[in-house]
């Protein structure tokens, strides 16, 4: 068996996401054993009447979500958990980071993100873990944009001179 040419070549680098990270507010609260993220485009079948078969496929919607695995809790984070009672309604939005340990950069960012469920598992001796479902705003390749920033985008007037423009009168 013939091993591939980049297999010896040391500037051929395979990634390894070996760390992910969960923020809220740019604080690391958690730390992540395993995390899927799924992207969607809504795609649907366009049918004419009468056929069995679409006739195209129509992309209608972006979606992100995912699943965090047996995230470990930092100290810092069981205050912003909100665990029990109606706390999970009320949560702040966290950013995922998936890190490279070997050179430390950042492989992907899931920004904008809102727990949808969880659950918990305590055993004897061991550290606090839960699993995690989540929707996401964007996934973004390397570092996000500032944090800060609104996800909606600002609304523009239509047409120069609509924004104190008088709404028109119809006559009926």
Not at 8 to 21: I, M
Not at 96 to 108: K, M, N, Q, R
Request: glycine share 8%; hydrophobic share 35%; aromatic share 6%.
């Amino acid at each position: 068996m013939t091993v591939p040419e980049h297999y010896n070549d040391p500037t051929v680098k395979t990634r390894h996401a070996n760390t992910a990270q969960v923020t809220v507010n740019g604080d690391v609260i958690a730390e992540i054993v395993g995390l899927s993220v799924r992207e969607s485009g809504g795609t649907d079948g366009s049918y004419a009447v009468g056929d069995a078969k679409p006739k195209e496929h129509i992309h209608n919607r972006w979606t992100c979500s995912g699943n965090m695995n047996r995230f470990v809790w930092r100290e810092s984070a069981l205050s912003k958990w909100n665990i029990g009672g109606t706390g999970l309604l009320n949560l702040s939005t966290f950013e995922i980071t998936a890190i490279d340990e070997v050179d430390g950069s950042v492989l992907f960012t899931v920004t904008g993100c809102t727990m949808s469920d969880r659950d918990m598992g305590l055993q004897a001796n061991q550290r606090i873990m839960s699993n995690m479902s989540f929707l996401a705003m964007d996934l973004v390749e390397g570092e996000a944009p500032d944090a800060t920033l609104s996800y909606l985008p600002e609304i523009e007037p239509v047409a120069e001179g609509m924004v104190d423009a008088e709404p028109p009168v119809f006559n009926t």
